[in-house]
């Protein structure tokens, strides 16, 4: 069974306006972490931001946020003001730590295209 | 935060050969990860490096085809052997350390081997 769901292969938006990249994840590990990577045309992974599962409140950082909805199975991120270069590959990947061995799973990915 | 050099970069290799990649992380770290990153696919996990001891290959991987060592907590190598050109893909070592639960993994540049 999938361990993380991205349900969304691409996704256009406007320049400057915000978009929601959804994820939804899959575990009986009351213990795990949610992560989300950006991966550019280059190829390598940059780190945007993480939520605990224990954690109470939503995690931001700067323009991303995470809508971290537990008891859907959902962390949802949110980039705000989107910028031309903010177009990529966006990855939502999870972390158990008591079934996991501390390895992180990915999902299928979403592309982002900011239009001009 | 951990800085990872991967080498070599990319390779174009023939049919029936073998590749080894190298991946040295500045400073000690508990986990190393292989990952295997198809065109146009997300990453999978092919297996976790255990310091001294074999490899924890994940489901679809095996030894024979994937050998990797881990002789310090620094250096780990994955070799792809007997090449064919699906194995055509971009294999990147990843690292995390077993503290808090938000330790993100660090990722090195990743190898782009393409088999012809």
């Known amino acids: 069974a999938q361990k993380i769901t991205q349900t969304q292969p691409g996704m256009f938006v406007q320049e400057k306006e915000a978009v929601t990249l959804d994820c939804t994840y899959d575990?009986?590990?009351?213990?795990?972490?949610l992560f989300w990577y950006k991966q550019p045309s280059s190829g390598e992974m940059i780190f945007l931001i993480y939520q605990g599962s224990y954690d109470q409140q939503n995690a931001t950082e700067g323009r991303y946020s995470l809508n971290f909805q537990k008891a859907r199975k959902s962390a949802n991120l949110v980039i705000s003001a989107s910028q031309l270069g903010d177009s990529a590959m966006y990855f939502c990947?999870?972390?158990?730590?008591?079934?996991?061995?501390?390895?992180?799973?990915f999902g299928a990915g979403t592309r982002l295209f900011v239009k001009a | 935060s951990a800085v990872i050099s991967q080498k070599p970069s990319r390779d174009i290799c023939q049919r029936g050969t073998s590749l080894t990649i190298q991946c040295q992380v500045d400073?000690?770290?508990?986990?190393m990860f292989w990952y295997r990153q198809q065109p146009g696919q997300s990453l999978t996990l092919i297996a976790t490096?255990?310091?001294?001891?074999?490899?924890?290959?994940e489901s679809g991987f095996v030894i024979d085809k994937f050998p990797i060592s881990r002789p310090n907590l620094t250096f780990s190598t994955l070799t792809v052997s007997n090449m064919s050109p699906e194995d055509s893909s971009i294999y990147l070592c990843s690292v995390a350390d077993r503290g808090p639960l938000n330790t993100e993994a660090f990722f090195g540049q990743g190898t782009r081997l393409t088999v012809v």
């Open positions: 400073s000690q770290v508990t986990m």
């Open positions: 990947a999870m972390r158990e730590v008591n079934t996991g061995g501390f390895k992180t799973i």
């Open positions: 490096a255990n310091q001294g001891s074999e490899a924890t290959y």
């Open positions: 575990t009986s590990d009351p213990s795990y972490g």
